[in-house]
């Protein structure tokens, strides 16, 4: 009598099936958490941005602005990049022989994720000499799914940082 080793070919072809369904019904929710991950990410920058720009503030003693850029070099009011710029006349805008101290980019290469200021004025956000804020306001996350899934960070008076809570996501316009 002969003993067979191994797998015929209907128990190969039923188990590639249930893992083909396995894996079929797992994708939507893998491509929801890299979206999500994308946003956490891109806030987290935001904020190490922003507390980096408010520190060195404070320890050079001069006026900073951060503000959007499309390029890594100059002002926009659209883009996913932010730059540190040396506000030299105190003007909490940004004049083009004003030096840059730092730039990032915000979503590597994530085309559908938008920053936008909200409640600052000139679109930037200014801190003066001492590192406090010039104004009060929030920085929305948003991606092509709405402010269902937005991030914001709340910058108040005093200068500290807050992320929004999922009860707060309502004040989130994501324009």
């Given at each position: 009598?002969?003993?067979?080793?191994?797998?015929?070919?209907?128990?190969?072809?039923?188990?590639?099936?249930?893992?083909?369904?396995?894996?079929?019904?797992?994708?939507?929710?893998?491509?929801?958490?890299?979206?999500?991950?994308?946003?956490?990410?891109?806030?987290?920058?935001?904020?190490?941005?922003?507390?980096?720009?408010?520190?060195?503030?404070?320890?050079?003693?001069?006026?900073?602005?951060?503000?959007?850029?499309?390029?890594?070099?100059?002002?926009?009011?659209?883009?996913?990049?932010?730059?540190?710029?040396?506000?030299?006349?105190?003007?909490?805008?940004?004049?083009?022989?004003?030096?840059?101290?730092?730039?990032?980019?915000?979503?590597?290469?994530?085309?559908?994720?938008?920053?936008?200021?909200?409640?600052?004025s000139n679109q930037v956000i200014s801190f003066n000499a001492q590192g406090l804020p010039?104004?009060?306001?929030?920085?929305?996350?948003?991606?092509?799914?709405?402010?269902?899934?937005?991030?914001?960070?709340?910058?108040?008076?005093?200068?500290?940082?807050?992320?929004?809570?999922?009860?707060?996501?309502?004040?989130?316009?994501?324009?």
């Open positions: 009598m002969f003993k067979y080793n191994g797998f015929n070919l209907i128990e190969l072809t039923v188990t590639l099936s249930v893992l083909a369904i396995l894996m079929v019904s797992g994708l939507p929710s893998l491509s929801q958490l890299y979206k999500d991950n994308s946003l956490i990410s891109a806030s987290n920058k935001i904020n190490n941005f922003t507390a980096y720009a408010r520190s060195e503030a404070s320890k050079l003693g001069q006026q900073l602005i951060v503000c959007k850029s499309a390029n890594d070099s100059s002002f926009s009011s659209t883009g996913r990049h932010l730059i540190v710029i040396k506000d030299l006349n105190n003007n909490n805008q940004f004049d083009l022989n004003e030096p840059l101290l730092q730039a990032t980019q915000i979503s590597d290469g994530e085309k559908d994720i938008h920053i936008y200021f909200q409640s600052f010039l104004e009060s306001g929030h920085i929305e996350i948003c991606d092509q799914r709405g402010k269902s899934s937005a991030k914001a960070i709340n910058i108040n008076l005093s200068g500290q940082f807050r992320c929004f809570t999922s009860n707060e996501r309502s004040e989130v316009s994501c324009s």
